[in-house]
């Protein structure tokens, strides 16, 4: 994957881990980092977020804009505006870039946002109330002051359709996120009955919508035709989406030396294992006591249920079931339609970035 983003930032003469730089490097935002270094030695979220800025190469935070230049430069410039090509480096119009840009704010300044913890369950070992509360309010002002100099940078294109675009995507970033928060505090989501038909549509709520929509809005700042804006669409609707489901998958797929690697009991292959096996069953799959185990916190206190168990018993029934098989044909579908999409697009070096980007997260082992 981190091979496959490196060659891409070469084709579009872009290193996209600086893409907010400008922003990043605001007298505004160096005040924040100051502040932010208070917060070393605590376990607030907003470290790690930090810490990801700088470098995170299993989840490249920088992906999004990244895409949204390398389509740009494989639709290339359109006949309506052959008379601005003198705007275009590496194949790629200077709002294009912006648009890049503005994409990785929004991305960035949610991920900051999300970075706020709940004061009635922390811990003692998280570090002191007024940290984590002064972390808590760093995370609300500095993603909002990301946030609005993305929607100063989008008015600057001067251009209806997209401001519309993007902050359409705002608000299914909103929606999705709420949701997600709204169930957040139930019995770890147990009372959530969703279907894989209504999985996807919140995880294109929170995953999909900013990085198709501002595909399509890469196509409209360069007039390209409807149909190739709908291309662009699809394109980042189901990479994203199959991006999200590689992700779900590792810790049913990925070997590693630990027992069991944390995953959420409403990822694509234990909703699909839900499926399969029917609420009930999956609810008391969920309640049994857990099979006490050398080291066992059960051997010790027999009344309680030990969490490491029974969550290595779910993941365990899960890859013996269907669910693991089904989502990697699912991520397998989305990343073919997103190639499809793809052959609306002239052979050249991006388009071919952009397929290698598929095939990254729909190979397994």
């Given at each position: ?49 930090a810490r990801g800025f ?161 595909c399509q809005a890469a ?147």
């Open positions: 994957w981190s091979q496959v983003v490196s060659e891409a930032e070469k084709i579009v003469g872009y290193p996209t881990s600086f893409m907010s730089l400008r922003c990043l490097l605001s007298d505004e935002l160096s005040n924040i980092a100051m502040q932010v270094r208070k917060l070393v030695g605590t376990k607030h979220p907003l470290l790690d977020t700088v470098y995170d190469s299993r989840n490249n935070l920088q992906m999004r804009g990244l895409v949204v230049l390398l389509i740009s430069k494989a639709a290339g410039p359109s006949t309506a505006e052959l008379s601005f090509q003198h705007d275009m480096v590496s194949g790629i119009y200077s709002s294009q870039r912006s648009l890049a840009e503005i994409t990785e704010l929004i991305h960035t300044a949610f991920l900051v946002h999300r970075g706020i913890v709940n004061i009635g369950e922390l811990k003692s070992c998280d570090g002191p109330l007024k940290d984590m509360q002064f972390g808590n309010k760093m995370a609300v002002l500095s993603g909002d002051f990301l946030l609005a100099n993305a929607c100063t940078s989008l008015a600057q294109l001067q251009n209806t359709k997209v401001v519309e675009l993007i902050s359409s995507a705002i608000g299914d970033l909103v929606q999705g996120i709420y949701y997600e928060n709204s169930k957040s505090s139930e019995e770890s989501c147990l009372t959530d009955d969703i279907g894989i038909s209504r999985w996807k549509e919140q995880v294109f709520l929170r995953h999909s919508a900013l990085l198709a929509k501002s196509m409209e700042l360069a007039k390209h035709s409807a149909e190739i804006q709908d291309m662009a669409f699809q394109y980042g609707k189901h990479m994203s989406m199959s991006h999200k489901l590689h992700s779900d998958l590792q810790p049913f797929v990925k070997e590693t030396s630990s027992d069991t690697m944390a995953f959420s009991l409403n990822s694509a292959p234990a909703i699909l294992h839900q499926e399969f096996r029917g609420r009930e069953a999956w609810l008391k799959q969920i309640r049994e006591p857990c099979a006490p185990r050398d080291n066992c916190a059960r051997l010790k206190h027999p009344p309680h249920r030990c969490a490491s168990c029974v969550f290595q018993q779910l993941q365990e029934a899960i890859k013996a079931g269907k669910g693991v098989t089904s989502a990697i044909d699912l991520c397998r579908c989305h990343g073919n339609r997103a190639l499809a999409a793809l052959e609306r697009f002239p052979p050249s070096e991006a388009r071919d970035a952009l397929a290698n980007i598929v095939y990254a997260v729909t190979r397994f082992p």
